[in-house]
């Protein structure tokens, strides 16, 4: 699957493509101890990111390419939006210091099929911290806005909030829908933070539902993101 798929996808499907949630709070020590180490480098990003069968019912491919380009500045005027237009963005309010991603396929799906994402970001100081608790109340009090990307488009989309996922030091859920995609179908988008450091899924609709990552995965992944990181 071409990268620009992927990208397009990650944009909440802008092109049509035929990124609230709960917490487990973690404990002091984990944030203290994971911002003074300072954030992964894109090294360290790579060996968390899973490969191959890494996660339980898909398959990760890891994609070279980069995700998001320069032209990928996406912005809203809309303020209670805002930290969910900057997943989008190639230019966050919380900047990112490595980003690294894979493909993640259903075991079992069409070949066809559009595949979902994880992408791993690493974020200085308490970028992380103060990015998720932004994002968490941007999926209580936003449901929907316009967005509009340097790369040419400008599309609304709704948000919708999914229950408590609680898995990670902290983590949101929800649902965000391009206006104009096909069958009105959305993507989930769902936001792990370790430490200062998000692992953000994204998975398209199967079978016409759209379901979050299954805790197990994203546990998984916690996981495998602190083996690294310590």
């Not at 070949?111 to 608790?133: C, F, I, N, Y």
Request: aromatic letters at 4%; proline letters at 7%.
């Amino acid at each position: 699957m071409p990268r620009a798929v992927i990208a397009i996808a990650l944009a909440a499907a802008v092109a049509a493509i035929a990124a609230c949630g709960g917490v487990a709070d973690g404990s002091a020590e984990s944030k203290s101890s994971a911002v003074s180490r300072g954030p992964l480098t894109e090294a360290q990003l790579t060996a968390a990111l899973p490969v191959g069968s890494d996660l339980p019912g898909f398959t990760a491919e890891l994609q070279s390419a980069p995700l998001l380009e320069a032209q990928d500045i996406v912005t809203t005027g809309q303020s209670a939006c805002r930290p969910i237009a900057d997943m989008m963005s190639v230019r966050p309010r919380y900047p990112r210091q490595a980003m690294v991603w894979a493909t993640l396929r259903p075991d079992g799906a069409p070949e066809a099929a559009t595949p979902g994402s994880v992408t791993l970001t690493s974020h200085r100081g308490d970028g992380a911290a103060a990015g998720m608790a932004e994002l968490k109340e941007a999926a209580v009090n936003c449901t929907g806005f316009t967005a509009t990307s340097q790369r040419g488009w400008t599309h609304r989309f709704i948000v919708t909030r999914l229950p408590q996922a609680r898995v990670g030091d902290d983590a949101v859920s929800y649902l965000i829908t391009n206006v104009k995609a096909p069958g009105g179908e959305g993507n989930v988008m769902t936001v792990v933070r370790t430490g200062s450091t998000f692992a953000t899924y994204l998975l398209p609709p199967t079978d016409g539902e759209s379901q979050p990552v299954p805790e197990s995965v994203a546990a998984r992944q916690h996981m495998r993101i602190r083996v690294v990181a310590d």
